[in-house]
């Protein structure tokens, strides 16, 4: 059984970064794709970027491109999102995702993909 646990959330002002970390627990190989998703109160749940774990090749959602980046660490089984120059529309819960897959890029921006959630951690961005 895959677990998703998220941290690093918080209170930030516009152009502020932050860290979200996801501990992933249970993966047992390197055929395995991880996610990061979040949910607004203006939208349903949005993509943000997803990654296969063994691969170089990330993807990111159009709101976010060139602002955020998503890294692991293998050996300690976490999952990273850096986020940079933070706006107000960024506000929201921030969900961790994974399928025990390679998932094509191409359709890793759908929820309905991913097997395995995290609980999420809010991240505001307000002056």
């Known amino acids: 059984q895959v677990e998703l646990k998220e941290s690093g959330g918080g209170l930030v002002p516009p152009g502020y970064s932050l860290r979200l970390s996801c501990a992933v627990s249970?993966?047992?190989?390197?055929?395995?794709?991880v996610a990061w998703f979040r949910q607004t109160t203006l939208k349903d749940r949005e993509f943000v970027a997803a990654a296969r774990w063994g691969g170089t090749m990330t993807t990111y959602g159009d709101s976010v491109r060139g602002r955020f980046t998503l890294s692991r660490d293998s050996a300690k089984n976490m999952v990273y999102l850096q986020m940079n120059n933070l706006k107000p529309e960024d506000t929201g819960r921030y969900y961790c995702?994974?399928?025990?897959?390679?998932?094509?890029?191409?359709?890793?921006?759908?929820?309905?993909?991913?097997?395995?959630w995290g609980q999420g951690t809010q991240v505001t961005v307000s002056s």
């Open positions: 995702a994974a399928k025990r897959a390679n998932l094509i890029l191409s359709s890793a921006g759908a929820q309905s993909n991913y097997d395995y």
């Open positions: 249970g993966r047992t190989s390197s055929t395995f794709t």
